[in-house]
């Protein structure tokens, strides 16, 4: 039987497709798993780390013996920390009944530890109170590095982290950013290895979590009708659109060191073209995933400023209220030219992908909320119907669309004929559309995440060779862009972002969806 929610294609039952399993087999049991949340103060903590805790202890996919200590600089009680974080906590919608009790016991699983990034004494102490929690069971480990990266290496040090528990594993996940450049990258990674072994670095990129992402490798390579078609042959461009409706609200000093690209292109948009794009896999496993991935980033050409656009938002006024600019957050450089929007256009030079253009847009205080990929299709050749649909054959393309936030769906675009006896023809949907399918709610990626690095899988964490390829990429432009203090082009807050984006999906005969 699968000893986890996340087995991979295994041959299921239809009784069993819609049946959760649970994460830990008995024996597993009688070990105990302590995790810890440095920056347990922080923002990332109480809006993601503790709620998707709770979420896996509500699906009962936490061990039974586990503890979690919450450890920052701050001063807090356990009791203050408990009130902290249930105020972030909800429970799923179709169980509702038992939640409150649940939440109370949840809560009383919850400590914390007030301490120095930089204190072996204060690491040791949090060390004694975790040893007091595992009463000499075989002990495991995880630690959540939800803290700047510029002390990640402290914490690591000062906790000992590489052989923190005698008895069981170590894991550490580590947030993002990861570095700001090929150079910096890797010299992160280089002190992590000083301490720490690869497999017990877990990188998370939270968007390799999300539901429609992990579906990406299903639909693909579980369903013949896509596969034929996933390249060249038939796919004359691919979309990567991420799009918020609102600023850089209250991370505009983080944001402006980094800026867009750095942000959600290098990472969340490039691994999910890495995971659209990669051959096939040997098989499920962690690695051999990881190796197409990295195979696939390598064979791709480093960005060029000549297809790259940038912009920043501007203050707008609309129905009497005015949507501050980026650079009116006080946090913020007012000559600051720092992209809160790009949009580029990428090349994998290989066999399955030569020439197809794999275009990328990324934008903060755009018109709308939303993640997707597009996949557009090639015309059908002497296209017998060009008739019905006049000169404007783009529009009878078929079109792949993954929206994978918010409202998550899959739909193909298909060309149909008018019901009547008339022959003039129709763009319609086939449309799963989740929330009509399922009724059950979809786990937040942290909580698949969490679940996976206490289940040892590796599969959606950045190896440290696919985060090299990641930066050699997008280096040298982000050198460029900084050295020639490229200025960007301004758009009003809410808008649809620079018209520059549209010109550059032109140059390559597409148009955004
Ligand atoms: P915060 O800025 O809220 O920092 C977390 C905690 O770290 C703070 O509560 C504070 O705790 C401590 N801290 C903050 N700045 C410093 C400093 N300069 N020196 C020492 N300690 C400091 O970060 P977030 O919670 O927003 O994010 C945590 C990590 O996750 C970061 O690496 C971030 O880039 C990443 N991330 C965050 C996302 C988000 O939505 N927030 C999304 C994706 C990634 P105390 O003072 O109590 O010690
Ligand atoms: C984070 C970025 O990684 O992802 C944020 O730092 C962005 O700027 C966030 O807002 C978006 O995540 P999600 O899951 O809300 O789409």
Request: glycine residues 6%; contains cysteine; hydrophobic residues 35%.
């Amino acid at each position: 039987p699968p000893k986890s929610l996340k087995d991979g294609i295994l041959p299921v039952i239809p009784s069993q497709l819609h049946e959760d399993v649970p994460a830990f087999s008995p024996a597993d049991k009688e070990s105990s798993v302590s995790i810890t949340v440095v920056g347990a103060s922080g923002d990332l903590a109480k809006k993601k780390i503790f709620p998707a805790l709770f979420a896996l202890y509500y699906e009962d996919c936490l061990p039974k013996h586990f503890t979690i200590f919450g450890y920052a600089r701050s001063k807090m009680t356990d009791a203050e920390l408990r009130n902290m974080v249930s105020k972030t906590l909800t429970c799923r919608i179709d169980k509702r009944e038992n939640c409150s009790d649940k939440m109370e016991q949840f809560l009383q699983r919850c400590f914390y530890h007030s301490g120095q990034y930089d204190s072996e004494e204060n690491f040791a102490e949090l060390d004694r109170k975790l040893k007091q929690h595992e009463a000499g069971r075989s002990s495991n480990r995880l630690f959540y590095l939800s803290i700047p990266p510029n002390i990640f290496i402290n914490v690591v040090k000062s906790a000992s982290l590489s052989a923190s528990s005698s008895s069981g594993w170590t894991r550490v996940i580590v947030e993002k950013p990861f570095g700001r450049d090929s150079e910096s990258s890797a010299a992160l990674t280089r002190s992590l290895k000083q301490y720490l072994t690869e497999d017990q670095i877990f990188r998370i990129d939270h968007y390799l979590g999300k539901e429609l992402v992990e579906n990406l490798s299903v639909l693909r390579f579980s369903n013949l009708v896509f596969e034929p078609l996933w390249s060249r042959q038939y796919i004359r461009n691919v979309q990567l659109i991420f799009s918020e409706d609102f600023g850089t609200e209250g991370r505009g000093g983080y944001f402006d060191n980094y800026g867009i690209i750095r942000d959600i292109m290098q990472n969340h948009l490039l691994q999910i073209l890495a995971l659209f794009a990669m051959e096939t896999p040997v098989s499920l496993d962690a690695e051999d995933i990881r190796n197409e991935k990295v195979k696939v980033l390598r064979s791709m050409r480093p960005l060029q400023l000549e297809n790259v656009v940038v912009g920043q938002y501007k203050s707008h006024t609309k129905g009497g209220v005015t949507y501050p600019g980026y650079i009116d957050d006080k946090t913020v450089p007012s000559d600051s030219v720092t992209p809160t929007f790009a949009a580029a256009a990428l090349f994998i030079d290989n066999a399955r992908w030569d020439g197809v253009p794999f275009l990328m847009k990324a934008g903060k205080a755009l018109h709308n909320k939303r993640a997707e990929i597009r996949v557009q299709f090639r015309h059908v050749p002497g296209n017998l119907y060009k008739r019905s649909f006049g000169t404007d054959l783009d529009r009878a393309t078929n079109e792949l669309v993954i929206r994978v936030q918010p409202d998550e769906a899959i739909y193909l675009k298909i060309n149909n004929k008018v019901p009547g006896l008339g022959m003039r023809l129709d763009r319609s949907n086939l449309n799963l559309h989740y929330a009509a399918r399922y009724s059950k709610e979809i786990p937040d990626a942290y909580e698949r995440l969490l679940l996976d690095a206490i289940e040892g899988e590796r599969r959606l964490f950045i190896r440290s060779d696919e985060l090299d390829a990641a930066w050699d990429l997008f280096t040298p432009l982000l050198k460029e862009l900084e050295e020639k203090k490229i200025a960007p082009e301004l758009y009003p807050y809410g808008s649809r972002g620079p018209v520059g984006a549209h010109y550059l999906a032109a140059k390559y005969n597409v148009r955004w969806g």
